[in-house]
């Protein structure tokens, strides 16, 4: 099994990007993906639209089951990566919510 190191200062970066709105609104536009996994799978990189990155991610359901941040799954900011602690399962469908825009 891996084990995961959540460094505090992840969890207070991410929270102020998502509660807290950019007064140059450059991380403010909001956009999903949805994913069908494959057995097993445990990691998904997100795809934002070209010339942006992921701010933070809203929301993330499996099979319209809301899964918490830290708890169910890890966001990696620099990797624009989601990894799910326990594997998905063949056919999950996954959507995840999230803000993205410029630097």
């Not at 995961?4 to 909001?30: G, K, N, Q, S």
Request: glycine share 4%; proline share 2%; charged share 20%.
């Amino acid at each position: 099994m891996t084990e995961y190191y959540i460094d505090a200062e992840d969890i207070v970066t991410d929270f102020l990007r998502c509660y807290l709105t950019d007064p140059r609104a450059r991380a403010e536009t909001l956009n999903s993906d949805s994913i069908t996994a494959t057995a097993g799978q445990t990691e998904i990189t997100l795809s934002p639209t070209s010339g942006t990155t992921v701010s933070c991610i809203t929301s993330l359901t499996v099979n319209g089951v809301a899964k918490d941040k830290w708890k169910d799954y890890y966001w990696d900011y620099q990797n624009q990566k989601v990894t799910f602690y326990t594997a998905l399962s063949l056919n999950d469908a996954v959507v995840i919510n999230y803000k993205e825009g410029s630097s």
